[in-house]
């Protein structure tokens, strides 16, 4: 009787082989999911893959090898050859190999995952990305697993293949989960540093003359602006709070989502609380995570998650920006058509909407809060209070669109114009105080502007309103209740009237306003500042002259103390660069000689810098120290000053 040969075989390469098969079927499973959900999505999704045709090559390979190298009938007995691999398979599989490597590496979505984005502005976490790679990966190990095995799979002994088989599609399941929560995964940059001290008295200096310190931000970090902390600078990133000691520049503590959608990053309860609140990157109508830290300690005192009201409201929502805030109350705006705005004021304890304002309108009558391009500025919130500028004109309904807009001075309907401003209250949306004018709207260069301006730290003076040109001192009024603390002009006309001695308003409160008078273009000692006490107290100046100031250097300035402290770029050099300055200039005095403090190197604007660099040089009287800075550079230095 004939005997057939007992074959060696390899039982644990065997076991890896139905694994393997298991792999490389999940992982054609998961390519062909991906790609119903990109076509969900668009075109313009499908273009994920469409633009990698070896993706498309690599996924009908490993789907003809899922299908070929099982064993699906009955083995027969005397051919011992039946059931090993045959170099045909062993090519197949060498070729979905070399394949699915190379789009492994091809399509690896390194901006998908944080560890691996170019920077915090390229992370952008796309699940879908991580599925169209993941394929390719799980393909190759499959591949790689399978063709290991000295044997081909047998599907008919389902007591040996099934279980194995199985956990091949569950190890790609639990692949795929993790590769998608590591991709949505967004890291806090969190740490206490050394807290100082929580009554130190630290006093805000009045005068500095010289660099006490400097620190410079983390790389890419965008500095939106500085507020006065408990124990110094408080620097308020567009991802984050940094808090600095005033008196030596070292950090206290930072709270920073580089990886997150940041929806607000605000301080309240006058510098005592800072809030961080961010989405899922990705994710508009997703649960907002809002922290709020104390800014003595650092310490997180409260950390709470805020529903997706977005997606609980309509779906134009979405669109919806956080532009302010009061300790109960959060001010986003946005469109409901693409053209109308609408305020939506909600509760910041549970999203939900306090009250909502639009600009009213009708048949006969447009209104709107300014050309589109200054639109989102004529409002503000001060004093618990949310104050609205907008300018309206009776119209022909029926006349074309941009005749009907109130703000067009070149060639609109003829018709009455009105500025309004109105006040509402923070909490319930009642309108508490309202000023109007009527009459002709004016030259094209008088834009309005309405503005907040908050007390110097070193002024008793309560915050006000400012309300203006741009060629006349602006009307100064009371937020609380509207009321005039400077003579109210009585119609537009009145409110348009060029002032040539006027060319900027530097700073107001309840008891004075500064304004720029000059521009030092004459050799000769002429005013350029002039302090106007609103009790009718004598007027203040500082006289310059062209030979001592550069008119651009004017246009940095800021109230320090008793003086106005101004910032150059075109005094002295460092190295090859140019220093950047700082200076003070006394009220009373004729400046024909001025001492400049050189900071450091004058350094170069980021890509995303915008605005003038008069604009964006600012100065910040502190706890412990007068902080200057030129937003918007690379990098970017906070620097310290003290007397």
Known sequence: MYRVPLTRTRPILDALGSIGLGLLTGGVLLAVVAVFRLGAMGNDALETVTELPSWWVTVALGTLAALITPRWGEEQAGTQSKGHQRWAHTLLFAVVGMSSLYVSYAAFPANTFWATATSSEAYSPAPIRVSVWGAAVVIFLGAVLTAASTRRPRVRAPLRFLPLFSAGLVLVIAAEFVLRTAALYEPVDYVIGTVAPEDDGLEVPTEANKVGWSWKAPTGARLESVQPGPSGPLLIFEDGIVSLDGTTGDELWHYRKPYSDIVEVSVIDD?????????????????????????????ITRESTLGGWVADAAPEDAGFDFKGRTSDMRLFVGSEDGKSLRWSA???????????FKLPSSDGRTCAPDDQWAADRNYLVAENR?????????????????????????????????????????????????????????????????????????????????LGSLTAPPIILDPKDGTPITELPGDLAEFTAHDRSF???????SEFTIIQTGSVFDRELSEVFQLEPHTGSA???????????????????????????????????????RALSFATLPF??????????ELGPVHPDTRRATGVWEDRAQVVPVPGAVVAYVADTEPMVVYGLVA
């Open 271 to 299: 510098g005592a609380t800072g809030v961080v609140a961010s989405l899922p990157n990705g994710q508009p109508s997703g649960d907002q995570t809002i922290t709020e830290i104390s800014t003595t300690t650092g310490e």
């Open 346 to 356: 909600r509760s910041a304890e549970t999203g939900e909407e306090l009250w909502r």
């Open 386 to 466: 949310v104050v609205f500028l907008y300018g309206c004109l009776n119209v022909d309904p029926d006349a074309d669109a941009w005749r009907r807009n109130p703000w067009n001075q070149f060639d609109r309907q003829e018709g009455e114009f009105t500025l309004e401003v109105v006040a509402k209250d923070a909490d319930t949306g009642r309108t508490t105080w309202k000023h109007t004018w009527e009459g002709s709207q004016g030259s094209p260069m008088n834009i309005f502007r309405l503005a907040a301006s908050h007390p110097a730290p070193s002024r008793e003076g309560d915050t006000v309103i400012t």
């Open 503 to 509: 060319e900027r308003l530097v700073y107001s409160d």
């Open 539 to 577: 007027i203040e100046t500082i006289r310059a002259s062209s030979d001592s100031l550069f008119f651009r250097e004017l246009e940095t300035a800021t109230l320090l103390g008793d003086s106005i402290s101004i910032m150059s770029r075109h005094r002295g050099s460092i190295g090859d660069s």
């Open 588 to 597: 009373g005095s004729d400046v024909t000689d001025v001492d400049w403090i």
